[in-house]
């Protein structure tokens, strides 16, 4: 997957090289570009922001310099699907998303990130002060490519990067290759199952007077299997009912329903 950045303190992604993303950037599985939105600022300031039409506080980052950054960053990457974009506006073959983190759009959820996994290429255009003129999202879907505006929860940062990069360890360890065990994605919290992992243990198995629970011991995994899942949906209940009150009915078995 390619992935481009556009901000304006383009050092704040650079904890992207670390850890198992930086190790999947190294093996070429993720081709990940940060770009400085000042290179496409035209004076001598590099001034990328205004203020706000109608007054008010703040000040709002110029839909002209943000078309000039787009309009490079989309036109680059022949050599993935989904660029570069064409003079007639359509873009390669596969799928190119502009994702916009703001605390005004949809919510980025565990599902997103597994749509946004199937993408060739993603273009994260981050904010501050303000945000980004409301014009350039507008802009680029009636270009026809597929804009998504989204918040990764109801607070307001200072930025979209710090967003960006949740949004991008979220979808880029859903790739094949990026996570050393794959079935880690399965049962995790927030996975299709919909309820929250069962809690997680190891050794020693007494510690400070709390004793892991004799049944993970018994080497019975039908028991094992039956404990977590009755510990996993207990929890669930305890601190997310809204998720129990969304589980599928179906997805549960009977002795879910007798619990
Ligand atoms: N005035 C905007 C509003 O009230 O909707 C808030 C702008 S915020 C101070 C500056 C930038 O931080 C946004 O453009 C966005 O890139 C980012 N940001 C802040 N909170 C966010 C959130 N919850 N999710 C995603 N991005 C966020």
């Known amino acids: 997957?390619?992935?481009?950045?556009?901000?304006?303190?383009?050092?704040?992604?650079?904890?992207?090289?670390?850890?198992?993303?930086?190790?999947?950037?190294?093996?070429?599985?993720?081709?990940?570009?940060?770009h400085d939105l000042r290179d496409w600022a035209h004076d001598r300031h590099r001034t990328v922001d205004d203020t706000p039409l109608g007054g008010g506080a703040g000040m709002v980052m110029r839909p002209d310099v943000w078309g000039e950054a787009l309009d490079a960053v989309?036109?680059?990457g022949a050599e993935v699907p989904g660029g570069p974009e064409t003079p007639g506006g359509a873009l390669g073959a596969g799928r190119a998303v502009l994702l916009i983190p703001t605390p005004a759009g949809e919510v980025f959820t565990q599902r997103t990130a597994e749509d946004l996994a199937g993408a060739d290429r993603l273009i994260v255009a981050c904010?501050?002060?303000?945000?980004?003129?409301?014009?350039?999202?507008?802009?680029?879907?009636?270009?026809?490519?597929?804009?998504?505006?989204?918040?990764?929860?109801?607070?307001?940062?200072?930025?979209?990067?710090?967003?960006?990069?949740?949004?991008?360890?979220?979808?880029?360890?859903?790739?094949?290759?990026?996570?050393g065990n794959p079935a880690s994605v399965v049962e995790e919290s927030h996975s299709a199952l919909g309820l929250l992992e069962h809690e997680a243990l190891t050794r020693p198995v007494a510690w400070r007077g709390l004793d892991?629970?004799?049944?993970?011991?018994?080497?019975?995994?039908?028991?094992i299997a039956r404990a977590r899942r009755d510990e996993a949906i207990a929890r669930t209940a305890a601190r997310r009912p809204d998720m129990i009150r969304?589980?599928?009915?179906?997805?549960?078995?009977?002795?879910d329903r007798a619990a």
Do not use: C, K
């Open 1 to 34: 997957m390619r992935i481009d950045v556009v901000s304006i303190f383009p050092a704040f992604l650079d904890v992207l090289d670390l850890s198992l993303i930086g190790r999947a950037r190294e093996d070429g599985l993720i081709d990940l570009r940060v």
């Open 74 to 76: 989309l036109a680059d």
């Open 127 to 179: 904010g501050r002060y303000e945000g980004i003129d409301s014009r350039v999202p507008r802009h680029y879907a009636a270009r026809g490519i597929e804009v998504r505006e989204l918040s990764i929860g109801d607070y307001v940062l200072n930025g979209g990067e710090a967003a960006a990069i949740v949004m991008i360890e979220a979808i880029a360890r859903l790739l094949p290759g990026v996570l």
């Open 212 to 223: 892991a629970p004799e049944v993970l011991l018994s080497g019975d995994h039908a028991r």
């Open 246 to 255: 969304a589980l599928d009915p179906t997805t549960l078995d009977s002795q």
